[in-house]
């Protein structure tokens, strides 16, 4: 039989986990679910990734006035995908920031994304239909910016491509607490469908380069120590390093690319089949690698109907 779709299968709800950082951070974690990173400055909060949709978003705003009625006045979307930017508009925010590169994604293939994802994973767009349309940033930089929220000095960066071309990071350089977006995973399987497999670990070592002291992945628990930062850089460099080592090696010896798909499982699962959403990613991420091995240094567009026939071709 074949294997059910993407996550489609998976419907069993996680468990939510608030908790303080530092003075101002804040992590909304979910047991492998997309997190949300939440700065509390002297005036103003802002919220790192928004969310699935506005209604899942209701939970983050009823966490943060547990603990603040400072209005929230910027989101920022680490990167273009939708499971983590859909639930923008619940905020209310005066202002929504990304990299101008993230935006260039949203305008080629936001849509395409949108209808996409929803279908591979139908639990984590709850209440889907509160949904507006696709999230725009209002407020674009290339590079690097700095936000000041108060006397707290909120650095939002671009340390390289991984995950995706536009991948943002936000850096809290007084209390050396980093938000990494899917750049970084912890216990979670890396999604590398629109990434880029060989500036991934160059990124993560301009992470490690900051020596964060706390460190929100997209995925998995927060990690509170500076040997715990390590381990998940390590981990996401490790998978990311030996799927493209195998998928290159598969490539120079002529196979084709559902041979390499069934050597490349073999390989990692033993390390990584435990981690949430591993046999989810896999398919994505072993195309994806094909393809920058071969003839694609850039991610092709992922619609529903391409989602359908990669994997008829490689679980079919
Ligand atoms: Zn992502």
Same mark, same amino acid.
């Given at each position: 039989?074949?294997? @059910?779709?993407?996550?489609?299968?998976?419907?069993?709800?996680?468990?939510?986990?608030?908790?303080?950082?530092?003075?101002?951070?804040?992590?909304?974690?979910?047991?492998?679910?997309?997190?949300?990173?939440?700065?509390?400055?002297?005036?103003?909060?802002?919220?790192?990734?928004?969310?699935?949709?506005?209604?899942?978003?209701?939970?983050?705003?009823?966490?943060?006035?547990?603990?603040?009625?400072?209005?929230?006045?910027?989101?920022?979307?680490?990167?273009?995908? @939708?499971?983590?930017?859909?639930?923008?508009?619940?905020?209310?925010?005066?202002?929504?920031? @990304?990299?101008?590169?993230?935006?260039?994604?949203?305008?080629?293939?936001?849509?395409?994304?949108?209808?996409?994802?929803?279908?591979?994973?139908?639990?984590?767009?709850?209440?889907?239909?509160?949904?507006?349309?696709?999230?725009?940033?209002?407020?674009?930089?290339?590079?690097?910016?700095?936000?000041?929220?108060?006397?707290?000095?909120?650095?939002?960066?671009?340390?390289?491509?991984?995950?995706?071309?536009?991948?943002?990071?936000?850096?809290?350089?007084?209390?050396?607490?980093?938000?990494?977006?899917?750049?970084?995973?912890?216990?979670?399987?890396?999604?590398?469908?629109? @990434?880029?497999?060989?500036?991934?670990?160059?990124?993560?070592?301009?992470?490690?380069?900051?020596?964060?002291?706390?460190?929100?992945?997209?995925?998995?628990?927060?990690?509170?120590?500076?040997?715990?930062?390590?381990?998940?850089?390590?981990?996401?460099?490790?998978?990311?390093?030996?799927?493209?080592?195998?998928?290159?090696?598969?490539?120079?010896?002529?196979?084709?690319?559902?041979?390499?798909?069934?050597?490349?499982?073999?390989?990692?699962?033993?390390?990584?089949?435990?981690?949430?959403?591993?046999?989810?990613?896999?398919?994505?991420?072993?195309?994806?690698?094909?393809?920058?091995?071969?003839?694609?240094?850039?991610?092709?567009?992922?619609?529903?109907?391409?989602?359908?026939?990669?994997?008829?071709?490689?679980?079919?």
């Amino acid at each position: 039989m074949l294997k @059910a779709f993407a996550s489609q299968a998976d419907l069993a709800e996680k468990k939510i986990t608030f908790e303080q950082l530092s003075e101002n951070a804040y992590a909304y974690t979910a047991e492998g679910d997309p997190n949300t990173g939440i700065v509390i400055g002297d005036d103003a909060v802002l919220v790192a990734d928004a969310q699935a949709t506005p209604v899942m978003a209701q939970d983050v705003i009823r966490r943060i006035r547990e603990v603040t009625d400072k209005p929230i006045r910027y989101v920022l979307l680490t990167h273009y995908h @939708a499971v983590r930017v859909l639930g923008a508009s619940a905020y209310k925010a005066d202002h929504i920031i @990304a990299s101008q590169d993230t935006r260039d994604l949203i305008v080629e293939r936001g849509e395409a994304d949108m209808k996409s994802e929803i279908e591979r994973f139908p639990r984590l767009f709850r209440s889907v239909e509160s949904v507006p349309g696709l999230t725009w940033p209002t407020l674009t930089f290339k590079g690097e910016m700095t936000l000041w929220l108060g006397k707290l000095e909120v650095r939002i960066m671009q340390l390289g491509r991984g995950h995706t071309k536009g991948d943002t990071v936000l850096w809290l350089p007084q209390q050396r607490v980093l938000f990494s977006g899917d750049l970084v995973e912890f216990g979670a399987t890396p999604y590398a469908g629109d @990434a880029y497999f060989q500036d991934w670990p160059h990124t993560l070592q301009a992470i490690a380069a900051l020596r964060p002291a706390k460190l929100v992945p997209g995925r998995g628990a927060a990690l509170s120590t500076p040997e715990q930062v390590q381990q998940g850089l390590d981990d996401t460099r490790n998978f990311v390093s030996e799927l493209y080592a195998s998928v290159e090696a598969g490539v120079a010896s002529g196979k084709d690319v559902r041979e390499i798909y069934g050597e490349a499982r073999n390989k990692l699962k033993p390390k990584y089949g435990d981690w949430v959403i591993f046999d989810h990613c896999l398919p994505f991420d072993v195309t994806r690698a094909f393809d920058e091995a071969t003839k694609y240094p850039d991610p092709r567009i992922w619609t529903a109907q391409r989602d359908q026939e990669m994997w008829q071709a490689m679980e079919g």
